[in-house]
C-alpha cells in the first residue's frame, strides 16, 4: 500500500520519518489543492489527513468516502493533539464493534 500525508509541518515531518511522503498545508484552500491532486493522480491507497484540515475540507472528503471509495482517507490528530469532543480511537472501536478495549 502507499501512503501519503497532507498536514502541518510537524506531522508531515513526523510521518516522514516513517518513510510517508507527504505535503504540508497551512490552510484549507492548500490542503483541498493537495488532496485533489493526490486523489485524481491514482498513485496513493491511503491518504492522511489532520483532523483540523479535515474538516475545513468536509465536501471534499466525503465525496472520496462515499463516492468514490478509494483511496481510504484517515484523519488523525494534529500536532496540537485531538479536536475537541471527538472521541478517542478505542472509544470508537468500542462503539463499532461493542467491545471493550483496555491499554
Known amino acids: ?6 498536514a502541518d509541518e510537524d506531522t508531515v515531518l513526523g510521518f516522514r520519518y516513517a518513510g510517508v511522503p ?6 484549507p484552500e492548500q490542503a483541498l489543492e493537495a488532496f485533489r ?3 485524481s493522480s491514482r498513485k496513493s491507497d491511503v491518504i492522511i489527513l489532520t483532523e483540523d484540515l479535515a474538516a475545513g ?12 471509495q478509494t483511496p481510504l482517507v484517515v484523519e488523525v490528530p ?10 478517542d480511537l478505542l472509544k470508537l472501536i468500542q462503539e463499532a464493534v461493542g467491545v471493550k478495549l483496555t491499554t
Open 1 to 6: 500500500m502507499s501512503y501519503y500525508v497532507i
Open 22 to 27: 507527504g505535503e504540508v498545508a497551512e490552510n
Open 37 to 39: 491532486r493526490v486523489t
Open 57 to 68: 475540507i468536509r465536501a471534499a472528503v466525503n465525496h472520496v468516502r462515499f463516492v468514490l
Open 78 to 87: 494534529g500536532a496540537r493533539g485531538p479536536a475537541t469532543g471527538r472521541p
